[in-house]
């Protein structure tokens, strides 16, 4: 908990037992935590420098106000942070007037190999302030499916994932898990029927673009900076973005294969089937992406239009779109 004001596992040790006990000497400490009594009293300096404890005229240290002395780191932290902030904007538009009269070998990078193309896509995700947008389309080279740990952090620290999915893509093994995992975490996800390549953008700064990799040749990509390629791909994006077909799939519930029989309600499993068919996949993609037989799933479509009280399956999905059910 307080690594992030700078204090060790020791320190936290440390300081947490000292507020439970109100006071204590370091060799009550020490026995206490199996700690030796020198790394103890090491560790009482270091937060009697930090103004987290007191030392009485006896030896015995006891703790400042929690609420006071953190505080006070943390205010202190914080306005570093915002110094920080303040130096990353003088240093960006320094950057920004640097590049201006770069060269174009200089704002255009050449990739090669799968660890420095996978290294690159993190750090472009990484670089991201406000938004990350991309294609996903085959092949699956440098970050296959379920690899991107970097997504979920960049997630949770407030970056907008938008992500453009080709239904071949879809088809392939795992990439409905991790479609379904994305979806959950609030990644926006929109399908289409082709990408023509694939694709990252972080904000309007950065851009990777993978090569076509040669027939028993190293994978590659092109870094691009801030240049009029760069802003051909963030309209490229914008474009298909907004023809591409969005896929919201519910994934709190289980998959089995007799999941709502007889129910008068579509089950998580049946709004699953729905939004893949609606995104254009085939009745053997979906079954097996859901690890469901052919059998199964068009019993369970079935089902659906008996619901719905339709006759065919374009009136099912019409049914489907109007009354929420994918």
Same mark, same amino acid.
């Given at each position: 908990?307080? $690594?992030a004001? =700078?204090?060790?596992? !020791?320190?936290?040790?440390?300081?947490?037992?000292l507020?439970?006990?109100?006071?204590a000497?370091p060799?009550?400490?020490g026995?206490?935590?199996?700690?030796?009594?020198?790394?103890v009293?090491?560790?009482?300096?270091?937060?009697?420098?930090?103004?987290?404890?007191?030392?009485?005229?006896d030896g015995?240290?006891?703790?400042?106000?929690?609420?006071?002395?953190?505080g006070?780191?943390?205010?202190e932290?914080?306005?570093?942070?915002?110094?920080?902030?303040l $130096?990353?904007?003088?240093?960006?538009?320094?950057?920004? =007037?640097?590049?201006?009269?770069?060269?174009?070998?200089e704002l255009?990078?050449?990739?090669t190999?799968v660890?420095?193309v996978?290294?690159?896509?993190?750090?472009?995700q990484?670089?991201?302030?406000?938004?990350?947008?991309?294609?996903?389309t085959?092949?699956?080279?440098a970050?296959?499916p379920g690899?991107?740990?970097? !997504?979920s952090v960049?997630?949770?620290q407030?970056?907008?994932?938008?992500v453009?999915? @080709?239904r071949?893509?879809l088809? !392939?093994?795992?990439v409905?898990a991790?479609?379904l995992?994305?979806?959950?975490?609030?990644v926006?996800v929109r399908?289409?029927?082709?990408l023509p390549?694939?694709?990252?953008?972080? @904000?309007?700064?950065?851009?990777?673009?993978p090569?076509t $990799?040669?027939?028993?040749?190293?994978?590659?990509a092109?870094?691009l900076?801030?240049?009029?390629?760069?802003?051909?791909? @963030?309209a490229?994006?914008?474009?298909?973005?907004?023809?591409a077909?969005?896929? !919201?799939?519910?994934?709190?519930?289980?998959?089995?294969e007799?999941?709502?029989?007889?129910? @008068?309600?579509?089950?998580?499993?049946?709004?699953?089937?729905?939004a893949?068919?609606?995104?254009?996949?085939?009745?053997q993609v979906?079954?097996?992406?859901?690890?469901?037989?052919?059998?199964?799933?068009?019993?369970?479509?079935?089902h659906?239009?008996?619901l719905?009280?339709?006759e065919?399956?374009?009136q099912?999905?019409?049914? $489907?779109a109007?009354?929420g059910?994918?």
């Amino acid at each position: 908990m307080l $690594a992030a004001l =700078g204090l060790s596992p !020791e320190d936290e040790a440390v300081y947490s037992l000292l507020v439970r006990r109100a006071q204590a000497g370091p060799d009550e400490l020490g026995d206490a935590l199996r700690m030796p009594t020198a790394a103890v009293e090491a560790t009482l300096s270091h937060l009697l420098a930090c103004g987290l404890v007191k030392r009485g005229s006896d030896g015995v240290f006891s703790v400042a106000p929690p609420a006071v002395a953190l505080g006070a780191l943390i205010s202190e932290r914080r306005n570093a942070l915002r110094s920080a902030e303040l $130096a990353l904007v003088t240093l960006a538009e320094d950057y920004r =007037g640097a590049v201006a009269g770069r060269t174009i070998d200089e704002l255009i990078e050449v990739v090669t190999g799968v660890d420095a193309v996978r290294h690159r896509f993190a750090q472009v995700q990484q670089a991201a302030r406000t938004e990350v947008r991309s294609f996903v389309t085959l092949p699956f080279i440098a970050v296959p499916p379920g690899s991107n740990a970097v !997504e979920s952090v960049a997630v949770d620290q407030g970056v907008r994932f938008r992500v453009v999915v @080709d239904r071949p893509a879809l088809a !392939e093994p795992g990439v409905v898990a991790q479609t379904l995992e994305s979806l959950r975490s609030g990644v926006q996800v929109r399908v289409v029927e082709s990408l023509p390549i694939k694709l990252i953008l972080a @904000d309007a700064e950065l851009a990777l673009v993978p090569l076509t $990799a040669t027939p028993g040749g190293e994978p590659g990509a092109v870094l691009l900076h801030r240049t009029g390629l760069l802003a051909a791909m @963030d309209a490229l994006f914008e474009v298909v973005w907004r023809h591409a077909h969005p896929l !919201e799939l519910t994934a709190s519930a289980s998959l089995t294969e007799d999941a709502g029989a007889g129910t @008068d309600a579509p089950t998580e499993l049946d709004r699953r089937i729905l939004a893949l068919l609606l995104a254009g996949l085939t009745d053997q993609v979906v079954a097996a992406q859901l690890d469901l037989s052919l059998r199964t799933l068009q019993r369970r479509l079935r089902h659906l239009m008996d619901l719905a009280g339709v006759e065919t399956r374009m009136q099912l999905g019409w049914y $489907a779109a109007r009354h929420g059910w994918a």
